[in-house]
């Protein structure tokens, strides 16, 4: 099962954007190419994030296609399946560029303990 590989390269980003702060949810650009399955990457993250600061946290995929481009016809589209066929001709003989991508786009912590510059505090209450 390679989201295991996966779940621990989207772990170590996330490690290092929260900085030591806990993360409740992370969002991550995944590449049609590494056919990642959303419930099995979902375990796999869970699994290699127990004792972390990303315990328990939400992870929310974003699917990014495959440029597909047809070596017969020339028709070039988009497609989140990267085993497919050219939707022009029907032939099977197509290039695919991208969809290799593995990004993490965002991160939500959990509760923000210090803010730089704000004398309040994280909760706006009054000093």
Sequence with gaps: ???FGIAESILAAVEKRADGRRVCRARVQVGALLRVAEPS?????????EGTVA????????TLPVRVT??????????ADPHTVCPACGSADVDTEGGDDLVLESI???????VPGDPRGDRG???
């Design 55 to 62: 315990e328990g946290a939400r992870l929310d995929l974003v």
């Design 1 to 3: 099962m390679h989201e």
């Design 125 to 127: 209450d009054a000093v």
């Design 41 to 49: 990457i979902g375990d796999a993250f869970a699994l290699v994030s």
């Design 70 to 79: 047809c070596a017969e016809c020339g028709a070039a589209t988009l497609s």
């Design 108 to 114: 939500q912590l959990a509760e923000a303990t210090y």
